[in-house]
C-alpha cells in the first residue's frame, strides 16, 4: 500500500522561483491538506480541500495556491518561492469531509523538503 | 485562541524505564485529540483518536487518556525502537465549526539501551 505519495522529496529553489508540489492518494479519501512543518512552529495547515472540486486556506496560505486535480492528487504551488517558504511540506488525506461530525485520523505522506535561497 | 501545548519538548528514558507525555489544550468545543508518532524524516503515523473525558486507548507500550483540559500518553516499559517525536493534535468544533486540526509542537523521546 503506497498510501500518500509526495514528490519530489528534497528541492532547492532560488528566490523568485516556481514549483509545484504533488501529492497523490491511493486510499479514495474525501479530503486532502498541506501543512508545513517548521523547528518550533508545529504542523501548520496551508491550504485542504474537503471534497474534489473544493479548496480552502488555512492557517498560513499566503504565497501558495492549490490544486485538486482529482479524487486521488492534491497539488500545492509557490509561485515566486521565498526564503521564509523553506520548510518541510507534508501532503495528508482523511476518509471523511473536513467540516463533518466524523473524525477521521489524518495519513501523512513522508514530505518534501524545500530549501529556499 | 485555541492552543495546544506538550511537555516536555525533550525527553530521554533509559530503556524500561516508564514514564508520561502532556499535551494540554484549549479550544471551543473538542471534537477529538490526536496522537501521532513521527520518525526523522518520515511523516507523522496516526496512534490514537480520543474523543470525551475519561477516555482511554492502548496499543503495545502506549496508553492515552483525555481529560477536559489535557491529554498524556503514557508508556510503559519503553524500548530503544519507541525513540520518535510524539504529535498531539486536536480538533476543535466550536462555532466556527471548522474542524480544523491544530497541533503541538511534539516531544522528542529518546530511548536509550
Known amino acids: 500500500n503506497a498510501g500518500v505519495t509526495q514528490t519530489p522529496k528534497f528541492q532547492v529553489l532560488k528566490t523568485g522561483q516556481s514549483m509545484t508540489l504533488q501529492c497523490a492518494q491511493d486510499m479514495n479519501h474525501n479530503s486532502m491538506y498541506w501543512y508545513r512543518q517548521d523547528p518550533g512552529m508545529g504542523l501548520r495547515l496551508i491550504y485542504y480541500?474537503?471534497?474534489?472540486?473544493?479548496?480552502d486556506k488555512g492557517e498560513v496560505p499566503n504565497g501558495y495556491n492549490v490544486s485538486r486535480l482529482n479524487k486521488r492528487e492534491f497539488s500545492l504551488r509557490l509561485e515566486s518561492a521565498a526564503p521564509s517558504q523553506t520548510s518541510v511540506y507534508f501532503c495528508?488525506?482523511?476518509?471523511?469531509?473536513?467540516?463533518?461530525?466524523?473524525?477521521?485520523?489524518?495519513?501523512f505522506g513522508n514530505g518534501t523538503r524545500l530549501t529556499v535561497t | 485562541e485555541d492552543q495546544v501545548t506538550q511537555s516536555p519538548e525533550a525527553l530521554r528514558l533509559q530503556e524500561g524505564e516508564s514514564s508520561s507525555l502532556n499535551c494540554s489544550y484549549t479550544?471551543?468545543?473538542?471534537?477529538?485529540l490526536f496522537w501521532y508518532r513521527q520518525d526523522p524524516g518520515k511523516g507523522p503515523e496516526f496512534l490514537f483518536t480520543l474523543y470525551s473525558a475519561g477516555e482511554e486507548k492502548e496499543k503495545e507500550r502506549l496508553k492515552a487518556t483525555l481529560t477536559k483540559k489535557e491529554s498524556f500518553l503514557h508508556i510503559t516499559a519503553p524500548k530503544p525502537e519507541d525513540s520518535a517525536t510524539y504529535l498531539c493534535?486536536?480538533?476543535?468544533?466550536?462555532?466556527?465549526?471548522?474542524?480544523?486540526?491544530?497541533f503541538g509542537q511534539g516531544t522528542t523521546l529518546q530511548v536509550k539501551p
Open positions: 493534535a486536536v480538533q476543535d468544533g466550536g462555532s466556527s465549526n471548522t474542524g480544523k486540526l491544530i
Open positions: 479550544v471551543s468545543g473538542l471534537r477529538g
Open positions: 495528508a488525506s482523511s476518509e471523511a469531509l473536513y467540516r463533518s461530525s466524523y473524525n477521521s485520523p489524518l495519513h
Open positions: 480541500s474537503a471534497s474534489e472540486g473544493t479548496t
